[in-house]
C-alpha cells in the first residue's frame, strides 16, 4: 500500500484565489510526521511546513496551512492568495516513528500546480 | 539564509563509471540524506548519515553506493559503478535533528550513458 498518496496528479488556480492541494497516508504508528515540500521547475526542493502527529493544532506558515485531519489520515495543503510564482510541482511526504523510529521520509508522487494570471 | 548546496548541477558519466556527487551541509546540522528522483518519479530515500555512520538505508542504497563524511563540511556519495537507471536527480538533505526537517540542496542531474 503506498504511504503517501496524492490524487491530483495536476491543478489549476487563479492567481489571487486559495487552492487546496489532497494528501492522504497510511500508518500504523502513533507517532508521525508530515511534510509539505515544493519542487520549482528549476529543480530544488524547498521545505514548506510541517505538522506531527501530536500537534493539538494545524500548523500555518505564512501563507501556506495545513489542514490536518487525523482521524482520515489527510494532511492537505492550503495555499491562500495564490501567486504566479506558487507555479510548482508539491509533494507532501511522512516520516514515521518520530520518537525512536526512522528518519526518512517517503514522498507522494506529487501535484503539478499552476497558477494562472 | 544558509543553504544545502550541491556540485556538480549535472554530471555525465559513462556506464560501469565511478561518480562522486558533492554536498555541503548547513553548518550548525547533524543529520545528513541522501535522496533520489528518477525524472517524471517521486523522490525515494537512499541513505541517512549521523554521528559519521550510516544511520538507515533503503534497498536502494546497496553496495555500489557509499557515503563519507571526509571533512568537517562536505558529504559525499560515491557510486562505484554506474548503471543505466542510476541516472537521475541526486538530493543532499541536511537537518538539525532527526526530528526536525529536512532541508534540501538543489540537486545533482546524473545521466549515465
Known sequence: AQKITQTQPGMFVQEKEAVTLDCTY???DPSYGLFWY???SSGEMIFLIYQGSYDQQNATEGRY???FQKARKSANLVIS???LGDSAMYFCAMREGVRGGSEKLVFGKGTKLTVNP | EPEVTQTPSHQVTQMGQ???LRCVPISNHLYFYWYRQILGQKVEFLVSFYN???SEK?????????VERPDGSNFTLKIRSTKLEDSAMYFCASGTSRNNEQFFGPGTRLTVL
Open chain 1, 81 to 83: 492568495a495564490s501567486q
Open chain 1, 38 to 40: 515544493k519542487q520549482p
Open chain 2, 52 to 54: 559519521n555512520e550510516i
Open chain 1, 26 to 28: 497510511d500508518t500504523s
Open chain 2, 18 to 20: 565511478e561518480v562522486i
Open chain 2, 58 to 66: 533503503s534497498e536502494i542504497f546497496d553496495d555500489q553506493f557509499s
Open chain 1, 65 to 67: 496551512s495545513l489542514n
